[in-house]
């Protein structure tokens, strides 16, 4: 469905194209009376393709019109003139943010690596985030676009009705026709078939042309296009002479041969979308009568005989009637103007307008042209960028770029770059939220006006997340290290750390207490973020800035820029970028050259627009970058200034304060409101240095023994937990034969009774706590089950542990004990959601709402046990379609041993999801349990995890069998 919040935006553009288009379209009328009055002289095709020029012109100013228009022509939209407004934090804010909650730094670098005695650090004082302006100058329509504008929707209303009534007439058309076409009609005699077929040799239609005579059409027409249908009305096959029906007939083909039947189709959906002005129909009765003309000169020509021709219109003239708007007649137009055309014109008509067309065409194209470009209202002159209007009009100075090309930019870029390959150094970054009050402190009075109608939310004091990360580069070598502190409800408290490190060889990632990973390669951490882009973060850029202003391939294939096999849902991917310098700015005194980036998804979406500042004598750093959305109206999204430069060694800065702000939009009223500060993350500059030198244990890690292991090789998975290993298929084994010793073991562990312990991990801290909701303790859940088939019952009773310690219980109970969620039992224990029992998921067809296809793939070894690898494949179409991987165990009852997901719009190779069975044991001679066993979900989105091709586990669930009987005894009441 549309979404709502469009609406009014499309009722104001729409509306304006029709004001528009009254002026738009008596210009294009009026210059193609001049051209047809030039044109007098000219061939009847001539004058035609002129007249379909001007047609087409009333179809192409709209679609000029639309980009040109304002983001918001009505006179209600608000200007915003600072994004901020009244709810820019103040200076006391600024300062409680870096004097609150400071956390402890960890000893990260020795004394003798670091500058002991740093310079202080350079201020860059940035102005305050600005929005587009309106253009000074007054419109002189200005009154009379005030008095249209709160009339826009009722005039698109009466406009739709209208194109609804209209579209009556062609729509009652075409059932006429497909009526006459099957009605009525009979075989032509021979005779006249003949002369069609000579006729149209003579003419060159190659085409098959149905003739047929009806009792039904008083005149002579053609139906269809792809088939076409010549009818002739019975007086005219038995009271005509023969030279009088190929007459006709050449007529008829004409029509045929120039393709005027999809001409006249087009016609008249225009007709019916512009029914409201009169030029339209006074082009598309010129083009008809244009047309009509065309036909009379091509068929005189074919006959070689005028005179013939001129009886043969004389004596339709006495057969005259109406025909439908869609057919194509020979006795259209006035034919007494016809007859005298013929008389006077030349022998041997052209059939191209030469010329005259390329005349007419020029003119009616030049005037709606310049038309839409003089007359069109604009909201701010088109070279005008949405700029620092809160800089010193004496503190900036806006200069040439003296030969600062893109190319000489990037290059200069690069070479910077290079001066960061040995750095080290340790920053601190602090998340801060608005409050729980409302995001927006305006409303929209009657009159469409903004209106403040409550004082803007506060933003907190003290931070929800702190990060510290501490990074070290030498050359390749590469070490990371994140520790991440959230505000719990306990005050706040240890919530994360991250650790990476590349050692020459290979890469190891540790996401503390969740998961880690091996790659065989050379991989950098997604938190590693060069210095350049700094003041970018909040873009979404962690890679080198040179590779940002470069673009197309370079940006396409660097290792950190995310992908995935749904590019649409990652940053850069598959967005095509244009990249200009715009002009040398000062920037609290830093002499700056400004960038423009523009980023587009798709040649109809609007672009993101990228504003950067890079400080010239800086190393080029970017000191600020603004990214300008345009949802209907431009308004700033993210703003990121480096508040200060400290220089780390002679000729090297780094930025020693960035403070990024985020603001969201009120869709509600089309921004109309502005945007509002919703979060500021500050990033400070704790220590840093320079060409230092490590021992090779800073650049090497080890893998904790208590969390999954995850190795990535330069194809995809290598291992993981019970990874499987391939064994030789087994002879005769098929999916039937599965499937049924699946359901013979089924019935093996009924009745049950089973108590299993879940325990509930996440590794999302930062999301928990930018909403507030993160607790330490994790979620836990006991769940007794109870089936009991020859009695057709099951109970299903859970517990789950409140957030204060407490528990609180549900219970479930049944007669019923078939397609019943939620209960475990031993063959899907990976699947408690699901409805039916493993037998029956693994068959071909429509099972829990999904079309899905099973396989039996061949034999794996699984901790020394042969398994059978099942695949399930839930159709959709890509990339929403999803393969589950089944190991079944025949030694262990046909248990599912181990189960992983594939969702190639996550990754086509790295499993989403896996679940291991980590426990089995042999409850009774020849009957295997799963005691304990986990599930693990990896398809975070937000930066980690498969986007990155890591293995990230950001869900953890631990189940736990604490009882279980084959003979439950139970109180049905």
């Known amino acids: 469905m549309f979404p709502s919040r469009f609406v009014p935006f499309l009722v104001d553009r729409i509306g304006w194209l029709l004001i528009h288009s009254l002026w738009q379209y008596a210009f294009i009328a ?149 009526r006459l076409r099957r009605t009525g009609v009979s075989i032509v005699p021979e005779a006249v078939q003949a002369s069609l077929a ?87 009765f010129r083009i008809r009568q244009e047309r009509e003309h065309c036909c009379d000169e091509l068929a005189a020509h074919t006959l070689g005989s005028r005179a013939a021709y001129g009886r043969a219109l004389l004596a339709l003239e006495e057969l005259r009637g109406t025909s439908p708007v869609l057919s194509l007649g020979a006795n259209s137009g006035s034919l007494l103007e016809r007859i005298r055309r013929l008389q006077h014109a030349e022998q041997t008509p052209r059939l191209t307008g030469g010329g005259g067309t390329i005349l007419g065409v020029v003119m009616v194209v030049f005037l709606a042209v310049a038309c839409l470009w003089g007359c069109t209202p604009s909201a701010a002159p088109s070279n005008q960028e949405i700029t620092a209007d809160g800089d010193d009009p004496e503190d900036a100075s806006t200069g040439e770029l003296a030969g600062l090309t893109l190319p000489k930019i990037i290059n200069a870029v690069r070479e ?37 109608t409550l004082p803007p939310p506060p933003m907190e004091t003290s931070p929800r997340v702190v990060e510290t990360i501490h990074v070290v580069h030498q050359g390749d070598l590469v070490s990371f290290r994140l520790d991440r502190t959230a505000r719990t409800t306990e005050g706040m408290q240890p919530a994360h750390r991250s650790e990476s490190a590349y050692d020459g060889t290979r ?7 969740h998961s880690a990973n091996i790659h065989l390669s050379r991989y950098e951490a997604s938190q ?58 000062t920037v609290g005194g830093r002499r700056c050259v400004k960038v423009r980036m523009l980023r587009r998804y798709g040649p109809r979406r609007r672009p993101d627009k990228y504003l950067l500042w890079l400080a010239v004598d800086r190393n080029y750093l970017c000191v600020k970058s603004q990214l300008i959305l345009n949802l209907g109206q431009p308004f700033i999204s993210n703003e990121t200034t480096a508040d200060e430069l400290r220089e780390i060694a002679p000729g090297v800065w780094l930025p020693a304060k960035v403070t990024a702000m985020s603001y969201v939009s009120d869709w509600v009223t089309e921004i109309r409101a502005g945007p509002v500060h919703s979060r500021t993350t500050t990033l400070v500059l704790e220590e840093a240095a320079v060409d230092g030198q490590h021992p090779p244990e800073q650049f090497q890690l080890a893998v904790p023994e208590d969390v999954p292991l995850f190795t990535i090789g330069p194809d ?15 002879s005769g084994t098929t999916l039937q034969a599965i499937i049924a010793a699946v359901r013979r073991n089924e019935q093996r562990y009924l009745p049950i009774d089973v108590t299993v312990e879940e325990n509930h991990f996440s590794a999302n801290t930062t999301e928990l706590a930018a909403s507030g ?79 899905n296809q099973v396989f039996y793939e061949g034999d794996d070894l699984i901790d020394g046990l042969l398994c059978h690898r099942m695949r399930r494949r839930r159709d959709k179409s890509p990339p929403w379609n999803t393969d589950q991987f089944i ?40 009957l295997w349990f799963p005691m304990r066993w986990t599930m693990l979900l990896c398809n975070a989105m937000d930066g980690t995890g498969l986007s990155e091709n890591r293995m990230i586990v950001h869900t953890r669930t631990e189940h736990h069998v604490t009882n279980v009987s084959f003979d439950p005894q139970i109180d049905r009441e």
């Open 30 to 178: 009026l210059g193609m009376m001049a051209v047809l009055r030039m044109m007098r002289r000219r061939t009847a095709a001539a004058r035609y393709t002129a007249c379909l020029a001007a047609l087409a012109a009333t179809v192409i100013a709209p679609a000029v019109t639309w980009p040109l228009l304002p983001a918001d022509t009505s006179p209600r939209a608000a200007v915003v003139t600072d994004s901020r407004m009244t709810w820019e934090p103040t200076a006391d804010d600024v300062e409680a943010f870096a004097a609150t909650n400071a956390t402890t730094i960890p000893p990260a670098l020795e004394p003798t690596q670091l500058s002991s005695a740093a310079p202080p650090p350079e201020s860059v004082t940035t102005p305050p985030v600005a929005a587009e302006t309106a253009a000074p100058a007054v419109r002189w329509w200005a009154p009379l676009e005030t008095a249209i504008s709160p009339w826009l929707p009722e005039l698109v209303a009466v406009w739709c009705l209208g194109v609804l009534l209209f579209a009556i007439r062609p729509a009652w058309s075409w059932c006429l026709l497909r």
């Open 198 to 284: 000579d006729a149209a040799r003579r003419l060159g239609v190659r085409r098959e042309v149905r003739l047929l005579q009806s009792t039904l059409v008083t005149v002579p027409m053609v139906v269809g296009y792809l088939r076409p249908v010549i009818l002739l009305p019975l007086c005219v096959v038995s009271g005509f002479s023969a030279s009088e029906v190929e007459a006709i007939l050449a007529h008829e083909l004409a029509h045929i041969r120039r393709h005027d039947y999809l001409a006249n189709l087009l016609q008249t959906l225009i007709e019916t979308v512009c029914f409201y002005h009169p030029a339209v129909w006074w082009l598309s």
């Open 416 to 452: 910077q770059e290079q001066r960061y390959r040995n750095l080290e150094y340790v920053v601190r970054q602090e998340y801060f939220f608005r409050s729980d009050h409302p995001l927006h402190p305006w409303s929209i009075i009657g009159d469409g006006t903004p209106e403040k």
């Open 507 to 513: 890469t190891v990632s540790v996401e503390q207490g």
């Open 528 to 585: 590693v973020v060069p210095p350049h882009v700094w003041a970018m973060q909040q873009l979404g850029v962690n890679f080198p800035l040179s590779v940002f202003l470069e673009g197309g391939d370079a940006l396409h294939s660097h290792p950190k820029v995310r992908r995935g096999p749904n590019p649409g849902w990652y940053t850069f991917f598959r967005a095509e970028t244009e990249s200009e310098p715009l002009e040398i700015e």
């Open 716 to 730: 995809g998975l290598v291992d993981s937990p019970h990874h499987p290993q391939p064994a030789a298929k087994q």
């Open 773 to 851: 909701s993160l607790s330490a303790p994790p979620r836990r859940q006991e769940t007794r089950i109870v089936r009991i088939p020859s009695q057709e019952f099951w109970l299903l009773e859970s517990k789950y542990r409140q957030a204060d310690g407490t528990w609180s219980t549900s219970r479930a109970a049944s007669a019923d004990g078939d397609n019943a969620s939620g209960i475990y039992l031993p063959h899907r224990w990976f699947r408690r959601s699901a409805k039916v029992e493993l037998s029956t998921y693994l068959k071909d067809g429509t099972i829990e709402g999904n079309d």
């Open 887 to 926: 190991w079944i165990c025949p030694e262990r009852n046909f248990l599912p041993v181990r189960m992983q997901w594939i969702e190639p719009r996550h990754s086509e190779r790295l499993p989403s999801a896996i679940g291991l069975l980590d426990d089995i044991r042999e409850l009774q001679p020849g």
